[in-house]
């Protein structure tokens, strides 16, 4: 590298008259660009350029087109390259000729590239580069190579060739082709990946027309000028013809891919009458590659390159269309399109006979395909996040669900087995209790006088027994269906008074005096709840109570609350047990005075029921001095 540092290179025509000097002073591989003496319609070997002189000369790299010849031809090319000092280790790169070629090397023939026969027959063309070592004891190169072309649109020597040092332009020569071949498997990693996508979902098209994009220019590439030519190396055998024909029949197909692509991808917005015409130019064209020969089918090439900006205009359009309808996703694409396109379209530039352009920049395609694909993973891996955030989202909202029916479920298991246990133990003892007595009292085993006694106890029995079911109606309701409140007028002395009433028989029987200090007042409150509190709580007054005793009830009011206060001289509790006597678990019921049986669920729901309409309870108890329970309620309005 040092030393051809310090080369300069003179490319000399034969003919004086016609000679062309280029001074090239650069470190590196250096480029043999410039003007070749160039021989049209001739094949001349080194001995011929001793007795003729060259006619014309012609820009490296190029092709003789340029210069008004047909794509198709034959022709020489010739040039001397005058080193400063001899250069072992140095080789010469000539990369593809179309279509085949025979090198010299100072009057020695090095290499053929296909099959260079003047008689098509005979002629098969191959598209390969060709590395040739420099002679270490000479500072004068001559290159003669003659050049064939039956096949290809633009014949000559189109790439230029470059001189260095072996070891760099193997290493350039592989980075390229490992650069390309990184590319190709990008693309048919993604055409995978597509065609994966357009099976796992119904609608899925888009990933269909999407994956052959990928597909046809990973194809493209391995064929292709300024490609790795993979697929021509590993198939040898193969023609060149066919070669060429894939390259251009997938390159007229994307004509009608990229539209249905975009019209598939939002099919709401798409405009569909553009897309028949898309669908039939580029079968036509297609058509045109498998019946007709090279020389006919590339010179439609600029028709299929109308096509494809025809095709970017009408996806920009359909594209801005569903952005506007607030499509999110139609933003990203739009982006991606636009950020490929000059891609593309530099690309068609230098492919276009109409207006060519000498782009020295390679993988134009690829690497706008590539772009226009990391819009499309971003897409994909946004859509991926957002699913993944809402599945956890729906995961925590069903295990909350889950959770609270697992909550229900187990609270109703237990109301059922409270249920059971009391409608099996509480609500059957009294009921066996009177058929008893009804058995006793059909076979004559009771005088009239003893039946009226019985009749009393049984009434009592009835009384609380139907008590009992309301509360364990209200209890049941309670604990699968919530409280449901509802505001009202009450007269408060008067709800008093007709729950007495109610009271009266029990109270006589065990010679209890129930006492009302409740003036005549009128409040706003659940006449449903209050009644369901006094019920209970006279009750258990009266069950708490001994022979003789008295139950009283208080009531005060002020600006926004009034209470009650129901008050006995019973047995009285414990300071524990009545800490605990209306919590929930509390279920476990208490012998009366004169053993009466109860649920243990009176208290309980007492409690929750007054919570729902802002009251509160309280108890304050004494052993054998009696039970005070104090009411508080806000006034409804």
Same mark, same amino acid.
């Given at each position: 590298?040092?030393?051809?540092?310090?080369?300069?290179?003179?490319?000399?025509?034969?003919?004086?008259?016609?000679?062309?000097?280029?001074?090239?002073?650069?470190?590196?591989?250096?480029?043999?660009?410039?003007?070749?003496?160039?021989?049209?319609?001739?094949?001349?070997?080194?001995?011929?350029?001793?007795?003729?002189?060259?006619?014309?000369?012609?820009?490296?790299?190029?092709?003789?087109?340029?210069?008004?010849?047909?794509?198709?031809?034959?022709?020489?090319?010739?040039?001397?390259?005058?080193?400063?000092?001899?250069?072992?280790?140095?080789?010469?790169?000539?990369?593809?000729?179309?279509?085949?070629?025979?090198?010299?090397?100072?009057?020695?023939?090095?290499?053929?590239?296909?099959?260079?026969?003047?008689?098509?027959?005979?002629?098969?063309?191959?598209?390969?580069?060709? =590395?040739?070592?420099?002679?270490?004891?000479?500072?004068?190169?001559?290159?003669?190579?003659?050049?064939?072309?039956?096949?290809?649109?633009?014949?000559?020597?189109?790439?230029?060739?470059?001189?260095?040092?072996?070891?760099?332009?193997?290493?350039?020569?592989?980075?390229?082709?490992?650069?390309?071949?990184?590319?190709?498997?990008?693309? &048919?990693?993604?055409?995978?990946?597509?065609? &994966?996508?357009?099976?796992?979902?119904?609608?899925?098209?888009?990933?269909?027309?999407?994956?052959?994009?990928?597909?046809?220019?990973?194809?493209?590439? =391995?064929?292709?000028?300024?490609?790795?030519?993979?697929?021509?190396?590993?198939?040898?055998?193969?023609?060149?013809?066919?070669?060429?024909?894939?390259?251009?029949?997938?390159?007229?197909?994307?004509?009608?891919?990229?539209?249905?692509?975009?019209?598939?991808?939002?099919?709401?917005?798409?405009?569909?009458?553009? &897309?028949?015409?898309?669908?039939?130019?580029?079968?036509?064209?297609?058509?045109?590659?498998?019946?007709?020969?090279?020389?006919?089918?590339?010179?439609?090439?600029?028709?299929?390159?109308?096509?494809?900006?025809?095709?970017?205009?009408?996806?920009?359009?359909?594209?801005?269309?569903?952005?506007?309808?607030?499509?999110?996703?139609?933003?990203?694409?739009?982006?991606?399109?636009?950020?490929?396109?000059?891609?593309?379209?530099?690309?068609?530039?230098?492919?276009?006979?109409?207006?060519?352009?000498?782009?020295?920049?390679?993988?134009?395609?690829?690497?706008?395909?590539?772009?226009?694909?990391?819009?499309?993973?971003?897409?994909?891996?946004?859509?991926?996040?957002?699913?993944?955030?809402?599945?956890?989202?729906?995961?925590?909202? =069903?295990?909350?669900?889950?959770?609270?029916?697992?909550?229900?479920?187990?609270?109703?298991?237990?109301?059922?087995?409270?249920?059971?246990?009391?409608?099996?133990?509480?609500?059957?003892?009294?009921?066996?209790? =009177?058929?008893?007595?009804?058995?006793?009292?059909?076979?004559?085993?009771?005088?009239?006088?003893?039946?009226?006694?019985?009749?009393?106890?049984?009434?009592?029995?009835?009384?609380?027994?139907?008590?009992?079911?309301?509360?364990i109606l209200l209890w049941t309701s309670s604990q699968l269906k919530g409280v449901k409140v509802s505001i009202s007028k009450v007269n408060l002395h008067k709800l008093v008074e007709e729950h007495f009433k109610i009271f009266k028989n029990i109270a006589e029987h065990k010679n209890i005096e129930l006492i009302s200090d409740v003036?005549?007042?009128?409040?706003?409150?659940?006449?449903?709840?209050?009644?369901?509190?006094?019920?209970?709580?006279?009750?258990?007054?009266?069950?708490?109570?001994?022979?003789?005793?008295?139950?009283?009830?208080?009531?005060?009011?002020?600006?926004?609350?009034?209470?009650?206060?129901?008050?006995?001289?019973?047995?009285?509790?414990?300071?524990?047990?009545?800490?605990?006597?209306?919590?929930?678990?509390?279920?476990?019921?208490?012998?009366?005075?004169?053993?009466?049986?109860?649920?243990?669920?009176?208290?309980?729901?007492?409690?929750?029921?007054?919570?729902?309409?802002?009251?509160?309870?309280?108890?304050?108890?004494?052993?054998?001095?009696?039970?005070?329970?104090?009411?508080? &309620?806000?006034?409804?309005?």
């Open positions: 590298m040092g030393r051809l540092g310090q080369l300069a290179i003179l490319v000399l025509v034969c003919f004086p008259a016609l000679s062309q000097e280029i001074k090239i002073n650069s470190t590196g591989v250096l480029p043999l660009s410039g003007d070749w003496e160039f021989v049209w319609n001739r094949l001349l070997t080194p001995d011929d350029f001793q007795k003729s002189l060259g006619d014309t000369l012609l820009h490296v790299p190029g092709s003789w087109i340029d210069i008004g010849h047909p794509d198709t031809g034959i022709g020489t090319y010739r040039v001397k390259i005058r080193l400063n000092e001899t250069m072992p280790s140095h080789s010469i790169l000539i990369p593809i000729i179309n279509s085949t070629a025979k090198v010299w090397l100072n009057g020695k023939l090095v290499d053929e590239l296909g099959v260079c026969d003047v008689d098509p027959a005979k002629y098969r063309a191959k598209f390969s580069s060709l =590395l040739i070592a420099v002679p270490a004891d000479t500072t004068m190169i001559e290159l003669v190579v003659q050049v064939i072309n039956y096949s290809y649109s633009r014949g000559g020597i189109v790439s230029a060739p470059y001189i260095g040092p072996t070891s760099v332009i193997l290493q350039r020569v592989n980075a390229r082709k490992g650069v390309e071949n990184f590319f190709v498997g990008s693309l &048919i990693a993604m055409f995978v990946y597509q065609i &994966i996508l357009f099976f796992l979902y119904q609608k899925g098209k888009p990933y269909l027309y999407l994956g052959l994009i990928c597909l046809i220019v990973a194809l493209r590439a =391995l064929v292709t000028h300024g490609g790795s030519f993979l697929l021509p190396d590993l198939y040898p055998s193969i023609s060149l013809d066919f070669w060429k024909k894939m390259e251009y029949f997938v390159v007229y197909a994307v004509a009608a891919i990229f539209p249905l692509y975009s019209y598939y991808l939002f099919p709401m917005q798409a405009y569909r009458k553009p &897309i028949p015409f898309f669908v039939t130019m580029s079968t036509l064209l297609c058509l045109v590659v498998v019946f007709t020969p090279h020389a006919i089918y590339s010179r439609v090439l600029d028709v299929c390159h109308l096509l494809l900006i025809a095709g970017f205009a009408y996806s920009v359009a359909v594209i801005t269309k569903a952005w506007r309808a607030g499509n999110k996703d139609a933003s990203i694409i739009l982006l991606g399109v636009l950020a490929s396109f000059p891609f593309i379209l530099l690309e068609i530039l230098q492919n276009s006979r109409v207006l060519f352009i000498s782009i020295s920049f390679p993988f134009l395609v690829e690497l706008g395909v590539l772009i226009f694909l990391l819009f499309q993973v971003y897409l994909l891996a946004n859509h991926y996040a957002v699913a993944y955030k809402k599945l956890e989202m729906v995961n925590i909202e =069903l295990e909350a669900k889950v959770q609270a029916r697992t909550t229900e479920l187990t609270k109703a298991n237990q109301v059922r087995e409270k249920l059971l246990s009391v409608v099996s133990h509480d609500l059957k003892s009294p009921l066996n209790s =009177l058929r008893g007595v009804l058995n006793i009292y059909h076979k004559g085993g009771f005088t009239d006088q003893e039946m009226k006694s019985v009749t009393r106890d049984i009434t009592e029995n009835l009384s609380t027994t139907s008590m009992l079911v309301d509360n003036p005549e007042m009128e409040i706003y409150s659940d006449e449903q709840i209050l009644s369901l509190v006094l019920r209970n709580l006279i009750a258990n007054a009266i069950k708490f109570s001994y022979e003789n005793g008295r139950v009283e009830i208080y009531a005060r009011r002020d600006e926004q609350s009034f209470s009650l206060r129901i008050k006995d001289n019973g047995k009285g509790m414990p300071a524990e047990v009545a800490q605990t006597l209306f919590h929930a678990k509390s279920t476990v019921s208490t012998e009366g005075t004169s053993s009466e049986k109860g649920t243990g669920i009176g208290l309980g729901l007492c409690y929750d029921y007054l919570k729902h309409i802002g009251g509160e309870i309280a108890v304050q108890s004494e052993l054998e001095k009696g039970t005070t329970f104090t009411i508080h &309620i806000p006034l409804g309005k």
